[in-house]
């Protein structure tokens, strides 16, 4: 079945450093990706639709220079948090598929520490 | 605003018995609903997608009731299992973007 690969699984930051996430597909091609966040004990939170070959679409109240999305090919989507703030930390995950009866699947995650 | 309500409180069960989970929403109208399975630190699983249309589905020993009068879903898991344990998420999906909206999961706690 489809597969999204997610890197890395965990990272460590200083305040104010940026940190840079993948998301691959990697046997199906994804026109497009979506990123999410999830604090502890919450639900999913939609932050932005990535397209492959184009800007993405960010949610509201996701500030999109903070939050930098490249969807440079089709197996591959990358998140950036830049100038990242320990308000910042929480667990990052991406998404690819269809819209048919296989749904979504989703990478294993990036829980991000800003310290 | 919509909504999406899924039991805060964990789910304790014994093994062998049913585990009935519950996924109530409000000012929305999904093209289809799905079930998907969340273990700690990792990414969810898709698990089951019903269509409004459709009252019932069924997989392995998975069960997925929808009902769009009532606007809710039942998620069952017959014969369960240790390994069942793990945090239930619903999301739905409008026909105008297909792009799922999460609940906030429950947790099943599933006893030896």
């Known amino acids: 079945g489809a597969v999204v690969s997610q890197h890395p699984s965990w990272v460590i930051c200083k305040s104010g450093t940026s940190v840079k996430i993948e998301c691959r597909s990697l046997d199906f091609q994804a026109t497009t990706m979506f990123w999410y966040r999830q604090f502890p004990k919450q639900s999913l939170m939609l932050m932005a639709t990535?397209?492959?070959?184009?800007?993405?679409?960010?949610e509201q109240g996701v500030e999109k220079d903070k939050f930098l999305i490249n969807h440079a090919s089709l197996t591959l989507s990358t998140l950036t948090v830049t100038s990242a703030h320990p308000e910042d930390s929480s667990f990052y995950i991406c998404?690819?598929?269809?819209?048919?009866?296989?749904?979504?699947?989703f990478g294993s995650g990036t829980r991000l520490t800003v310290v | 605003s919509q909504k999406i309500e899924q039991n805060s409180e964990a789910l304790n069960i014994q093994e062998g018995k049913t585990a009935t989970l519950t996924c109530n929403y409000t000012?929305?109208?999904?093209?289809?609903l799905q079930w998907y399975r969340q273990d700690p630190g990792r990414g969810p699983v898709f698990l089951l997608l019903?269509?409004?249309?459709?009252k019932e589905k069924r997989k392995e020993r998975l069960k997925v009731t929808f009902d769009t009068t009532l606007k809710q879903s039942l998620f069952h898991i017959t014969a369960s299992q240790p390994a069942d344990s793990a945090t239930y998420l619903c999301a739905l999906a409008s026909g105008g973007s297909y792009i799922p909206t999460f609940g906030r999961g429950t947790s099943l706690i599933v006893h030896p």
């Open positions: 019903i269509r409004e249309n459709e």
């Open positions: 998404s690819a598929g269809t819209t048919g009866e296989d749904g979504y699947t």
């Open positions: 000012n929305y109208s999904p093209a289809y």
């Open positions: 990535s397209n492959e070959g184009s800007k993405a679409t960010y």
